[in-house]
């Protein structure tokens, strides 16, 4: 198979985590023999010392003319004083946006070699795996109008969450499509007591359980399910939410398993799917080479899924981390008591070990 594939490294630790991510995507590509063909293009704060645009129109055309854009991070302190259209962040709104890319799909699992990396006790996490579907394109992030009035010392902020029942539909059948897989388990997330969006979001989230008999539907609000997922995180299956909730909780997820690096996500729904690690730019420990890769790597397991329908590819990366992290390999956020720290590039060239080694037993095998 042809995989085009256009790479955004982005900024901070981005290009670090994308680097490695890239070895792995063209070790397996090699392994299972399928042809890649890269582009590399700037987003983010990249793009606006390049060019100032956070998203410029070759990097929104390639993206387009490919099957998947796999992104690193952006974000930079440097552009904080920008005006919301030229800081690094617009330029992925924007993209997600021009994409179509609605739905946010985030798992959060925890490796049994990690258990003692989580704050929380190792029977309360062991066997956790979530799926957060995140709506993408809505709420607070996207809504109109939004602003700030006034004079200094007066000033006054509004944001405005919007949500149609069109919207929150397509976002609720991905969550039920993925629960027949799963579980049979959609956990929908809201603040209905006090939300008018919230509580059309429940009504529709109802309507269209009625279509999935086999899944089993519950409702919790926002706050109920924060404190819950560090109660009880192996109980939470798909887990069903609007733009921001999705946001917070999600990351929160990260602390619970045991490190945001770990994280991957992939952002879709529409004709191209963007594939990112969530634990953002870091700038504080960039060029350092002691990010967690993981995340991005297991971003690439998720494009390969999503995009390309290649679901063999995908476990072999996946089965491939979570070896390398039995082997005892671990980043700096990672590290207990006195144990060694891996470095990015060392996490990486693990894991194409693993893959390399796991495709050559499986030869073996069958031959």
């Given amino acids: 198979m042809l995989l085009k594939i256009t790479i ?219 404190m819950s997922l560090v109660q009880r995180p192996k109980d939470f299956d798909v887990v069903l939410t609007e733009n921001m909730f999705g946001d917070i909780l999600s990351d929160q997820a990260g602390g619970v398993v045991g490190s945001l690096g770990l994280l991957a996500s992939a952002s879709i729904g529409g004709p191209v799917g963007v594939y990112e690690p969530v634990h953002g730019s870091a700038p504080d420990i960039a060029g350092k080479g002691i990010a967690n890769p993981l995340g991005a790597i297991l971003s690439v397991a998720l494009l390969l899924r999503h995009s390309f329908q290649l679901e063999g590819e995908a476990a072999c990366i996946e089965n491939a981390v979570a070896e390398v992290l039995n082997t005892g390999a671990r980043t700096v956020d990672l590290l207990r008591n006195n144990q060694k720290a891996t470095t990015t590039s060392e996490m990486g060239c693990r894991v194409v070990d693993l893959v390399n080694e796991s495709a050559s037993t499986a030869k073996q095998n069958s031959a």
Avoid at 59 to 84: E, I, M, R
Avoid at 181 to 188: A, D, F, G, I, P
Wanted: glycine share 8%.
């Fill in 8 to 226: 955004l490294p982005g900024d901070g630790i981005g290009p670090e985590v994308t680097e490695q991510a890239v070895l792995v995507l063209q070790s397996v590509a090699e392994v299972f023999g399928h042809q890649l063909r890269l582009q590399h293009k700037n987003i983010g704060g990249a793009a606006l010392a390049a060019v100032n645009d956070p998203l410029p129109p070759d990097t929104l055309q390639a993206c387009l003319s490919s099957s998947a854009a796999l992104l690193g991070a952006v974000g930079s302190p440097a552009y904080d004083h920008y005006p919301n259209h030229l800081r690094p962040e617009a330029g992925l709104l924007r993209l997600r946006r021009e994409l179509g890319a609605y739905a946010n799909l985030r798992p959060a699992i925890c490796f049994p070699a990690l258990e003692d990396c989580s704050p929380l006790r190792a029977d309360l996490i062991r066997g956790t795996d979530i799926m957060f579907v995140r709506e993408l394109l809505g709420g607070l992030y996207f809504g109109e109008p939004r602003s700030i009035e006034g004079p200094p010392g007066s000033r006054v902020a509004t944001n405005t969450m919007t949500y149609g029942e069109q919207a929150i539909e397509r976002i609720a059948r991905v969550a039920f499509d993925l629960a027949t897989k799963r579980k049979q388990r959609v956990l929908s997330v809201d603040k209905a007591n006090v939300l008018e969006c919230s509580r059309l979001w429940r009504e529709v989230v109802t309507r269209c359980a009625k279509d999935y008999p086999s899944v089993h539907l519950s409702h919790m609000y926002v706050d109920s399910a924060a």
